[in-house]
């Protein structure tokens, strides 16, 4: 592409693919690099956890995305280094990708308040492989049941405690209560799966807190209909193979998911640059790096302080508006034009709590029940990237409804050892799980799962 300023973007989520295009008509040649090769519709993650949709239904490939974007070069490698005096970027096979500008979008995983030995135990939600692991642990408790001759050893194959009343905390204890109650009950012969115990455990007074009190009443109040045990004001002070402790109480189980926490990408430690304390880049209001021009930090790894004072949230949308807004002020450097400050403009929130239940929040108004639940179903699907996925969702939600029953309950690997099996124990469990590589130093502090976007992810180019 000659001489043309180079743009790199490191990741493939919302903010990454929405800067990407919004240089797609620019005189720059943008490569985009990224770990794996597929773009996640994170909002509907959850469904795939829950054996809903198939993996499939919500991601699509990076480079099918970009495919009509010519100044665009998308590669697979995973980051290990930034040199920002050098201004090239070091991948972990030892490659090399300089750079002009660069657009650093590598997101946030879900973290453990200092407690990373919890994770074997409690798996949390971020990509298609959590995801994965996720389902297989949730099906195989049912099997695990199935076969249990011990009464204590069913109950705790029977107890499934959430971690997080976040949204994921929430829509997760919502579909699973349905799916119990409802999609595979007459499936088994020997287990009631009706008389599973759901428990949602947040730390916290209320429920997906970044809602109004009174959707988040709602939403408590609907998970309690649905049969979820929903407690507040719930610190987890422990978790152990086959167990969660909260103070001294001990909770016998052996399926634990974790919603409750995220920190940055470690890559926010390669920056030179000032972060929170939990891993988050302190940008400056163009979305520039202190101390670097050219480097910009986007999405859920970026601080950005609003007008109020408050932090953007890091959900999708705000993502999607930083990538915007960054690859804009690129644009502006090109032409000699002075750079604009970062506006977040919310389109509004929505979670889905199960069928006929959700909570819709607005600038000026919200409502819930099931209105709500019509217009996250109608956003989910519009905004899904490609005619096909959006197509794939709406047969499987259409086939749920009538139906009942999922459509991806497979369970796709048998794990080799179990996690949430107390010492001793004879059953297998849970897959060995890919871990990301520590950047070294302290770790930094987690900050409590934020409301997810509900809002306009990229859309294909048709």
Not at 86 to 92: A, G, P, T
Not at 100 to 106: E, S
Not at 194 to 215: D, V
Not at 280 to 296: A, C, K, Q, R, Y
Request: aromatic share 8%; charged share 25%.
């Amino acid at each position: 592409m000659g001489d043309r300023p180079r743009v790199l973007i490191i990741g493939g989520g919302f903010a990454g693919i929405e800067a990407a295009r919004a240089l797609r008509r620019a005189p720059v040649a943008v490569t985009l690099v990224d770990a794996t090769n597929h773009h996640v519709f994170q909002p509907l993650l959850y469904q795939v956890a829950s054996a809903a949709l198939a993996a499939s239904d919500i991601a699509v490939p990076i480079r099918w995305l970009l495919r009509r974007q010519h100044n665009a070069t998308v590669l697979l490698g995973t980051v290990a280094d930034i040199d920002e005096e050098r201004k090239v970027v070091r991948l972990e096979d030892g490659a090399e990708l300089p750079y002009d500008y660069l657009i650093v979008a590598a997101g946030s995983r879900h973290a453990y308040f200092g407690h990373d030995e919890w994770e074997p135990c409690a798996p949390g939600l971020k990509t298609l492989a959590d995801a994965a692991e996720v389902r297989n642990r949730f099906l195989l408790a049912f099997e695990r049941s199935e076969r249990a001759e011990d009464p204590a050893e069913r109950e705790q194959w029977l107890t499934i405690v959430i971690v997080g009343g976040g949204p994921t905390g929430v829509e997760l204890a919502g579909i699973m209560a349905s799916i119990v109650r409802r999609a595979i009950r007459k499936d088994f012969r020997r287990v009631d799966t009706a008389k599973t115990r759901i428990l949602l455990l947040e730390g916290g007074p209320r429920l997906i807190p970044a809602f109004r009190e009174r959707l988040s009443r709602r939403a408590e109040h609907d998970l309690r209909k649905l049969g979820v045990d929903v407690r507040l004001n719930a610190i987890v002070t422990k978790i152990e193979p086959g167990a969660v402790w909260v103070g001294e109480e001990r909770i016998a189980t052996r399926t634990i998911f974790w919603a409750a926490g995220n920190r940055a990408s470690p890559l926010s430690d390669r920056l030179d640059a000032p972060l929170d304390r939990a891993g988050h880049v302190n940008v400056l209001p163009d979305l520039s790096v202190p101390g670097h021009p050219e480097t910009f930090v986007v999405g859920d790894q970026a601080n950005v302080v609003q007008a109020d004072g408050s932090p953007v949230p890091r959900v999708a949308q705000a993502g999607m508006q930083m990538g915007r807004t960054a690859a804009r002020n690129i644009l502006r450097d090109l032409a000699a034009a002075p750079r604009r400050e970062f506006r977040y403009q919310t389109h509004g929130d929505l979670a889905v709590i199960g069928r006929y239940r959700a909570v819709a929040q607005f600038p000026w108004f919200s409502f819930t029940g099931v209105f709500a639940w019509l217009l996250w179903l109608f956003v989910h699907i519009l905004y899904l990237a490609g005619f096909r996925n959006r197509l794939s969702v709406l047969i499987e939600w259409g086939y749920e409804f009538v139906t009942w029953q999922r459509g991806s309950r497979l369970i796709l690997e048998y794990p080799k050892r179990d996690a949430t099996a107390p010492s001793g124990g004879g059953a297998s469990g849970a897959a060995p799980r890919l871990q990301r590589p520590e950047t070294g130093g302290e770790r930094p502090e987690v900050e409590p799962e934020r409301v997810p976007v509900r809002a306009a992810p990229p859309r294909d180019e048709n």
